[in-house]
């Protein structure tokens, strides 16, 4: 047995190969004549509409980015106000802030400086009462002691201690 081997690439019939080959160019120019105008025109239309289709694109795009540096810069802006806001609202905060505790610093101070004087006027009544408590109760005991002192037998009693006293010393100093 005898094996085959097949050629894919030998050609079988070459006097046919040249005319198909004539024929295959032939139709080719034919197409190319006929149809040549219809595809170039197509082919050019829609080159113009990927063209146009790209250029709006492109627009649209740079309009989109333009939309966005714009919204950029008026957050930008915006951070900035706030911020600038915020700087004057803390300050204001402080200046506030400060005034108020001056404020309360001063109603504390004059607070204490009434109740000083409050007690200080106190302090003076009160000595006041207390001299007059000490001379009526000065009086009292004088006159009470007078009263204990000023009969008969408290005088006689006051005379014999008396007399007793001045012997004692008498003694003392003879002694």
Do not use: C, W
């Given at each position: 047995?005898?094996?085959?081997?097949?050629?894919?690439?030998?050609?079988?019939?070459?006097?046919?190969?040249?005319?198909?080959?004539?024929?295959?160019?032939?139709?080719?120019?034919?197409?190319?004549?006929?149809?040549?105008?219809?595809?170039?025109?197509?082919?050019?239309?829609?080159?113009?509409?990927?063209?146009?289709?790209?250029?709006?694109?492109?627009?649209?795009?740079?309009?989109?980015?333009?939309?966005?540096?714009?919204?950029a810069d008026r957050l930008a802006s915006i951070d900035r106000e706030?911020?600038?806001?915020?700087?004057?609202?803390?300050?204001?905060?402080?200046?506030?802030?400060?005034?108020?505790?001056?404020?309360?610093?001063?109603?504390?101070?004059?607070?204490?400086?009434?109740?000083?004087?409050?007690?200080?006027?106190?302090?003076?009544?009160?000595?006041?009462?207390?001299?007059?408590?000490?001379?009526?109760?000065?009086l009292e005991a004088a006159e009470n002691s007078f009263r204990d002192?000023?009969?008969?037998?408290?005088?006689?009693?006051?005379?014999?201690?008396?007399?007793?006293?001045?012997?004692?010393?008498?003694?003392?100093?003879?002694?």
């Open positions: 047995m005898q094996h085959l081997i097949i050629n894919p690439f030998e050609i079988e019939f070459p006097d046919r190969t040249i005319s198909i080959l004539l024929g295959f160019i032939l139709l080719v120019l034919i197409i190319v004549r006929l149809a040549g105008p219809m595809i170039s025109s197509f082919f050019k239309e829609r080159t113009r509409t990927i063209s146009d289709s790209y250029d709006k694109a492109e627009q649209v795009y740079n309009e989109a980015k333009q939309v966005r540096d714009e919204y706030y911020r600038a806001r915020l700087d004057v609202a803390q300050r204001e905060a402080e200046e506030v802030s400060t005034r108020i505790m001056n404020e309360a610093k001063e109603a504390v101070e004059e607070l204490r400086r009434k109740a000083e004087e409050e007690i200080a006027r106190e302090r003076a009544k009160q000595r006041i009462l207390l001299r007059q408590k000490t001379v009526q109760l000065t002192l000023n009969n008969d037998k408290a005088q006689r009693a006051l005379i014999q201690n008396f007399v007793a006293l001045a012997a004692q010393t008498q003694n003392r100093e003879n002694a």
